[in-house]
């Protein structure tokens, strides 16, 4: 039978109470680290090393990018299903660490020429030529993966109204299709201790993980890995 396992989400901001002395008793029971994005490299290796757990990680907006820049408005392609960067990076890839699936979707909308920046017809693009893999994986496995971790959320809920915190328009029907339990994000800063986190959309958990958020995963799932 599997346990439940739990996993430490980060996003955004070098939180305190992960960056500290402490950080082995305070988060003793975590299994995998997830980056959102927008994080130094330093910062995710203070985590993983002292953790002494595997972390997969995206890129944001702010991190620096891992294609050339002219990629980013137009559709093109830059051909493999999964390229990596930076520290423990995914793009455009699934990858299982200790038995937990993830979907790497990197950076934001685009709204400037900075790096890690997509038109909303880019991803959606991008995503489609994911489709068949994940198609398949859902049709064998009842979920295409257990988690898709994002830096940027669905368009419409929890981003904002501001040209550089609009969501991905993709992102809703592939929560739909993929049907993953959780859709992990970041990009959205939220200062208020009451604003709003987490939402249930079509039996996936979307969480903003900006600072830091625990999420555990049911020992009783179906094998998405």
């Not at 330093?42 to 990680?57: G, T």
């Not at 880019?122 to 830096?151: C, E, K, N, Y």
Request: hydrophobic share 35%; charged share 25%; aromatic share 10%.
């Amino acid at each position: 039978m599997k346990k439940p396992l739990h996993i430490l989400c980060v996003a955004d901001e070098v939180d305190l109470l992960v960056y500290s002395s402490q950080i082995c008793e305070r988060f003793s029971d975590i299994d995998l680290v997830l980056s959102a994005g927008d994080l130094p490299d330093e910062y995710l290796e203070y985590i993983a090393s002292m953790l002494n757990k595997p972390l997969i990680s995206v890129a944001g907006n702010h991190d620096k990018g891992d294609e050339p820049s002219d990629c980013c408005g137009g559709l093109r392609f830059s051909g493999g299903t999964e390229q990596r960067g930076g520290f423990g990076r995914l793009r455009f890839g699934i990858r299982e660490e200790n038995g937990v699936s993830v979907l790497g979707l990197p950076g934001s909308i685009r709204y400037n020429d900075g790096q890690n920046q997509y038109t909303d017809a880019w991803m959606t693009f991008r995503i489609i030529q994911m489709l068949p893999r994940l198609l398949l994986r859902r049709l064998f496995r009842g979920r295409s993966v257990d988690i898709i971790l994002a830096h940027c959320p669905p368009r419409g809920i929890h981003d904002g109204g501001d040209p550089a915190h609009v969501g991905f328009s993709a992102y809703r029907w592939l929560i739909r299709l993929a049907r993953p339990y959780y859709f992990i994000h970041g990009h959205v800063h939220l200062y208020d201790l009451q604003a709003l986190r987490e939402i249930e959309y079509f039996d996936t958990s979307v969480i903003n993980v900006y600072g830091h958020r625990v999420i555990t995963l049911p020992k009783e799932r179906n094998n998405g890995g």
